[in-house]
């Protein structure tokens, strides 16, 4: 399974960011698509996930200035954010939980990473 993440980049706080993630492969099922976060020194942490029914869970720090959206039909998590704050810097990386067929054997709920993407808020 492959993960492709473009958008990122550089915009001055309260400005607005749009980042993509496009899953591919051999892929069975899509659980769930994700965004998470790491800044430096810091954990990795959720900023905001997309189940397969349409539920969100979003990172309380993020809530009212993020949103998630998702075309199933390319397998696609889309991030809006808006409102960007300095402390919204950081690498954010595409997540999947998908179930999988391999050589007849059936695989739930494996997670991959895509390879992350630097967004920095800065004036």
């Known amino acids: 399974v492959q993960l492709q993440a473009s958008g990122g980049g550089l915009v001055q706080p309260g400005g607005s960011l749009s980042l993509s993630c496009s899953a591919s492969g051999s892929i069975f099922r899509i659980n769930a698509l994700g965004w998470y976060r790491q800044a430096p020194g810091n954990q990795r942490e959720l900023v905001a996930t997309?189940?397969?029914?349409?539920?969100?869970v979003y990172a309380d720090s993020v809530k009212g200035r993020v949103t998630v959206s998702r075309d199933n039909g390319k397998n696609t998590l889309n991030l809006q954010m808006n409102s960007l704050k300095p402390e919204d810097t950081a690498v954010y990386y595409c997540n999947a939980d998908v179930d999988q067929w391999v050589r007849g054997t059936f695989y739930p709920g494996n997670v991959y990473w895509g390879q992350g993407t630097l967004v920095t808020v800065s004036s």
């Open positions: 997309m189940s397969s029914t349409g539920s969100t």
